[in-house]
């Protein structure tokens, strides 16, 4: 498991320049695209320990970002849930969803070939 944390949410302010999203973006991007499993959350987020939880038993490690301990986290939050929900976990990098979406998958047995596929799992 890798913890992407940094040290605080950054500024108050509200509006956020065109220039710092793109860097934002292009963050986000890096992150999602350079590990097999993404996962956004809130520490203290109880259906974000309930993914966490699941992808541990499952015995993967994902890239955990806790948005309220990056210091981009209120950008990354801006960016990502205009229309994402906490938590949201990226596989291979694509977006699966959120807590709803992965326990479907778990249920209906199509996490684990989606985990296999992006390397996630070997077994």
């Given at each position: 498991?890798?913890?992407?944390?940094?040290?605080?949410?950054?500024?108050?302010?509200?509006?956020?320049?065109?220039?710092?999203?793109?860097?934002?973006?292009?963050?986000v991007s890096l992150?999602?695209?350079?590990?097999?499993?993404?996962?956004?959350?809130?520490?203290?987020?109880?259906?974000?320990?309930?993914?966490?939880?699941?992808?541990?038993?499952?015995?993967?490690?994902?890239?955990?970002?806790e948005l309220d301990?990056?210091?981009?986290?209120?950008?990354?939050?801006?960016?990502?849930?205009?229309?994402?929900?906490?938590?949201?976990?990226?596989?291979?990098?694509?977006?699966?969803?959120?807590?709803?979406?992965?326990?479907?998958?778990?249920i209906n047995g199509?996490?684990?070939?989606?985990?296999?596929?992006?390397?996630?799992?070997?077994?």
């Open positions: 498991m890798q913890v992407v944390e940094e040290s605080s949410m950054g500024s108050n302010e509200e509006s956020v320049s065109p220039v710092k999203m793109e860097t934002v973006y292009e963050k992150l999602v695209t350079g590990n097999a499993v993404v996962v956004f959350t809130i520490s203290g987020c109880c259906m974000c320990h309930v993914v966490k939880q699941l992808f541990f038993g499952l015995g993967v490690g994902p890239t955990i970002v301990h990056d210091a981009c986290g209120r950008d990354i939050h801006r960016l990502l849930f205009q229309q994402l929900t906490i938590p949201a976990v990226f596989v291979g990098g694509k977006f699966l969803g959120g807590v709803e979406r992965v326990m479907a998958c778990h199509t996490l684990v070939p989606l985990l296999k596929e992006a390397g996630a799992l070997w077994l």
